[in-house]
């Protein structure tokens, strides 16, 4: 699997380069700002990228821009954001075109390999990888009108862990719950929130687009 790494900090650069590579990924490219990162991914085409938000050379939000700017030119490119803090904003404006796989973890979740490389693989594959503080931040009471209203505390559940990235599986051992009760929590939030089964569409993807939306709409 080939991936483009933008990342200022020499040590966790260095550090996140030799731990993808032991577990079999190919460093196509490794840069340290914005304008190499952007160059980077349109010219290698990575199966995923990682990204650092704030990166040289004003050290804001280079990182994410790049990755957006690929993605507009590269659609459903994968890209895990790696950041220092929960920002909302980022992470909402990254789900906005609801393409391919996404991800926002804290750098903190590097420190556990197991974790970190499973939630790389995961966007890789199309899938989703919130970082729990992140989704725990997002979450906000939605008004009266909010789609989400309609859904129960327990689909709520699903629907929070199902942002952070974890399958059925995951999400029944989590809430002690059946495989096939998850299910049918899954389908009913699908039906609730309006998103028909699609060959062209990732519900779950937009499912979290939803909850996420509706979190920011209930903050202005």
């Known amino acids: 699997m080939r991936v483009v790494l933008g990342e200022d900090q020499y040590l966790l650069r260095k ?81 906005a075109d609801g393409r391919g796989g996404i991800g926002y973890l804290l750098k903190d979740r590097v420190f556990d390999d197991d974790e970190f490389i499973g939630s790389v693989r995961r966007v890789a594959a199309g899938g989703t990888a919130m970082d729990p503080e992140v989704v725990a931040q997002l979450v906000r009471p939605g008004g009266p009108r909010s789609p989400l209203s309609a859904l129960t505390e327990r689909e709520r559940e699903v629907l929070t862990l199902m942002a952070e990235g974890r399958s059925n599986s995951a999400i029944s051992e989590r ?16 039906a609730k929130l309006d998103l028909p089964q699609s060959n062209h569409d990732n519900r779950r993807v937009l499912a979290v687009i939803a909850y996420l939306n509706n979190t920011h709409d209930a903050q202005e």
Do not use: C, W
């Open 15 to 95: 550090g996140l380069t030799h731990l993808l590579q032991d577990h079999g990924f190919e460093m196509t490219a490794v840069v340290d700002n914005g304008p190499d990162l952007l160059a980077a991914l349109l010219e290698h085409r990575p199966d995923v990228a990682l990204v650092d938000v704030r990166l040289p050379p004003t050290f804001t939000d280079e990182g994410l821009r790049a990755a957006l700017a690929a993605r507009k030119e590269l659609p459903g490119l994968p890209v895990l954001v790696l950041s220092q803090y929960v920002e909302q904003l980022y992470a909402r404006e990254l789900l």
């Open 175 to 190: 809430l002690f719950l059946s495989d096939s009760a998850v299910s049918k929590h899954t389908a009913s939030i699908f």
